[in-house]
């Protein structure tokens, strides 16, 4: 069988190839690739490049990759339409729906022949990226319209809703095409048939990075006492709602660290000037640094940047508590990287997350809207070893269970089984 993958990130294997840094995200799909590599299928990776102005082919490691430009709609077509001329494979798999190569590869392909798995639907992560954020913080004003024409700066929240309900038009388009979608989680699954009801689906979990299948295992007596391992990124991963919880949690525990993964905060220290341009035209991050002055939380926070694999991997074992506060969630890789190492987690209810946590079982889930009850219960965890450990221990079977690499290598089989054989 030959299977075509088109995906939104340059693989490792190909980014070293070309002397690039290796991607921190879309860490399951190089679980996905061992899979069907370790099959004897053939595989080919498609993604797009703004960087890149013709389509180019490599191989490495028995795995054939294109690079194409990320264009306009029909130059995408185009070059999409060459490569499936070119490599006539049995299946297409379209992973993700976030950008507009999802539809125009969508757009051209065989419906009967192709499968499009969920990552974040925008269609409806769009009605939460205020994320409980004061309107007034989000609104897109004049100022910031000024600041992106004279290209510095103006990037305000309402601008990305506006960017995600425009995307989120190619997303339906492509989920409306095809016939089989991969939702990734129950969850995914239901926003799949809401869109497409007709379409089959697979809820199926996805397989973690290599090194999360270790023996390595979270302990109480290791970790860093009171420390926390949290994302920070766009609205709806809710790292101000996480702010508002911890000016609680560190009221009874002043020795609480926290560490904070992905974009760095560019923390700034403006004169009065543009203090006050900033204040008039807020991005997401100048919101999130004035909560943290607000708070007197400085002190508390350690920026960490974007980690590699074995990085992540220790700053979770050394924590005491792994918190997911997001808006909305499908199937999170990163919960699921921490559970199945074992690490106690605190997560928001929302999406596929309570899927993936029985609540006071095997960890905690909270109201998004309820930052208190997160504070609450971060220092329950904090405060009694044996529920740390039982929540560890618990997780992990969880976790195990959801993120079994050899049941959904299998599955991710069978459903390429599945729409050969029609």
Known sequence: MKILWLVNIIMPELAVKLGQNVPVFGGWLSGALNAVKASGHELIICTTDAETASTKRYE?????????????????????????????????????????????????????????????????????????????????????????????????????????????????????????IHGGSVWGCAVAKSINPDCEAFDFGLILRDSFYCDDRWS???????????????????????????????????????????????????????????????????????????????????????????????????????????SIENQSTTLGEAMILGVPSVASCVGAIQEMIDDGEDGFLYPFHEPYVLADRIMKVFEDADLARKFSLKGHEHAAKTYDCTKNSNDLLKMYETIVNG
């Open 220 to 326: 109480y007596e290791n970790c860093d006492k009171h420390s926390i391992y949290v994302l920070f990124s766009y609205s709806i991963k809710g790292f101000h709602k996480f702010l508002e919880a911890l000016r609680i949690v560190v009221r009874k525990y002043p020795d609480t660290h926290v560490k904070v993964v992905a974009s760095k905060l560019q923390y700034r220290s403006y004169g009065r000037l543009k203090k006050a341009i900033m204040d008039a035209a807020p991005d997401y991050n100048w919101y999130v640094q004035g909560l943290i002055d607000k708070y007197g939380l400085k002190d508390h926070l350690q920026f960490l940047g974007y980690l590699s694999e074995q990085e992540v991997k220790k700053q979770m074992l050394s924590s005491n508590v792994f918190v997911s506060a997001s």
């Open 60 to 180: 490495v490691n028995n795995v054939v990759y294109y690079l194409s430009r990320r264009g306009s709609f029909q130059a995408m077509q185009e070059d999409f339409k060459s490569i499936l001329q070119q490599e006539r494979p049995d299946v297409i798999h379209i992973y993700g729906t976030e950008y507009e190569h999802a539809w125009a590869m969508a757009s051209i392909t065989d419906p009967n022949r192709t499968v499009v798995t969920i990552q974040g639907p925008l269609c409806y992560y769009k009605d939460n990226v205020y994320a409980g954020i004061p309107e007034k913080v989000c609104r897109d004003t004049i100022l910031h319209k000024v600041l992106r024409k004279a290209h510095k700066g103006g990037e305000s929240i309402e601008r990305k809703r506006i960017d995600f309900e425009r995307r989120s038009e190619f997303e339906i388009n492509t989920l409306k095409k095809v016939k089989y």
